[in-house]
């Protein structure tokens, strides 16, 4: 199974500030990983697919870069309502998909 | 509006059976493959199956595999999962989610999850 790791685990961040995850593939994907935002009590909100691909209705301050084996989702002015876990995915591989651990974001 | 709405979750005793449902509407339910995706308690996500639009092809997690089976009637716009010997750790929220067709497999939308407890 493809294991993917993310970093950091969590951040503390002030709103106005650019913000950026990264996640790692233990082997190469392409572009077949998706971002996820998930607030407490709710379930995932796909942001992201195919590496950068923003989902419609998801707002441009998102992005999504990488290829390969490292990728890196971007908040580039965070916003109060972006406080929340990011989850990264890989499709490349299945069974299993796999997610990697989250990174939760929180206020500073 | 495009919904999916799981049901059927609740408290079982460890060895237990539990039949997990989603209801799909707003789009063409038997176009898309679908999928069961959970998260224990203060965890993240683990994908637990997967089943392709006709149910031709099926997949499972190691971790559930002989004990889950995922089932769809697409008649009923519904999915199933039957969780047989149900453990300790098969305490999550489960969600289903619809993806895309191969290779296109994200997971989009969701629904809002069932809770599901294995305690004696």
């Known amino acids: 199974a493809i294991r993917i790791t993310q970093s950091p685990s969590s951040l503390s961040a002030s709103t106005g500030d650019r913000v950026t995850i990264t996640c790692r593939a233990s082997q190469g994907i392409s572009s077949y990983l998706a971002w996820y935002q998930q607030k407490p009590g709710k379930a995932p909100k796909l942001l992201i697919y195919a590496a950068s691909t923003l989902q419609s209705g998801v707002p441009s301050r998102f992005s999504g870069s990488g290829s390969g084996t490292d990728f890196t989702l971007t908040i580039s002015c965070l916003q109060s309502e972006d406080f929340a876990t990011y989850y990264c995915?890989?499709?490349?591989?299945?069974?299993?998909?796999?997610f990697g651990p989250g990174t939760k974001v929180d206020i500073k | 509006e495009v919904q999916l709405v799981e049901s059927g979750g609740g408290l079982v005793k460890p060895g237990g059976s539990l039949r997990l449902s989603c209801a799909a509407s707003g789009f063409t339910f038997s176009s898309y493959s679908m999928n069961w995706v959970r998260q224990a308690p203060g965890k993240g996500l683990e994908w637990v199956s997967s089943?392709?639009?006709?149910?031709?092809?099926?997949y499972y997690a190691d971790s559930v595999k002989g004990r889950f089976t995922i089932s769809r009637d697409n008649a009923k716009n519904s999915l199933y999962l039957q969780m047989n010997s149900l453990r300790a750790e098969d305490t999550a929220v489960y969600y289903c989610?619809?993806?895309?067709?191969?290779?296109?497999?994200?997971?989009?939308?969701w629904g809002q999850g069932t809770l599901v407890t294995v305690s004696s």
């Open positions: 995915q890989q499709y490349y591989s299945y069974p299993p998909i796999t």
């Open positions: 989610a619809s993806q895309p067709s191969a290779p296109y497999n994200w997971f989009d939308p």
């Open positions: 089943i392709s639009s006709s149910s031709s092809y099926i």
